[in-house]
């Protein structure tokens, strides 16, 4: 069940996989926007062809994805409408979101979501000094989430990566005890929550 903090906020779960260049390109987002919850099937992931060739290394050592498997996808032009439609005065959640937030603003331009919240920063809070330490397949481990149907696609993987934080930001939010703004005070990153919101938004 969701966290009471959680009911209703309009929240977006991603992760974003790049091409490994500089700058990066993104090839695969996963998004999963939850307001009263979320389901498996809410889950929505796109791949991408991006303008320059995905770095061997990164298909090799991060997320196994090749050019063949981006050569027929669209490329980020045609899809950026329909993603920014499904972020737009969403929160954004996710790890190490430090990352996604600069990556999808530079995808983006305009596009500045209410908060940003990153669950490496509210694990710290709320399971200080893990000797595992908060990469996201450590703290999937330590919490015993579930992937579900995305199991197969493995870390690194958008899918699994977003459904996992999903699990991750709920049961650090219940393993908390927090209320909407303590999760804001322990999570959101640094400048990252826009000023004067209405106030029914928290």
Known sequence: MIPAALRGRRLAVVDVEGNGRHPPEIIEIAALPADVGAAETDLRTWLIRPATSIAALVTRQVHGISNADVADCPPWSAMAGEIAAL??????????????????????????????????????????????????????????????????????????????????????????????????????????????EPKGLW
Do not use: M
């Open 87 to 196: 972020l737009a005065d969403r929160v954004l959640v996710a790890h190490h979101a430090s990352v996604e937030h600069r990556v999808l603003g530079a995808h983006l331009p305009g596009w500045v979501p209410p908060a940003v919240l990153d669950t490496v920063r509210l694990a710290k809070h709320v399971w200080p000094d893990l000797a595992e330490g908060y990469g996201l397949a450590a703290l999937i481990a330590h919490a015993d989430l579930d992937p579900g149907r995305f199991a197969a696609a493995g870390h690194h993987r958008a899918s699994y990566d977003t459904w996992c934080t999903w699990q991750l930001l709920c049961r650090l939010v219940e393993d908390g005890g927090l209320t909407w703004d303590r999760l804001l005070a322990a999570a959101a990153l640094p400048n990252a929550v826009r000023p004067n």
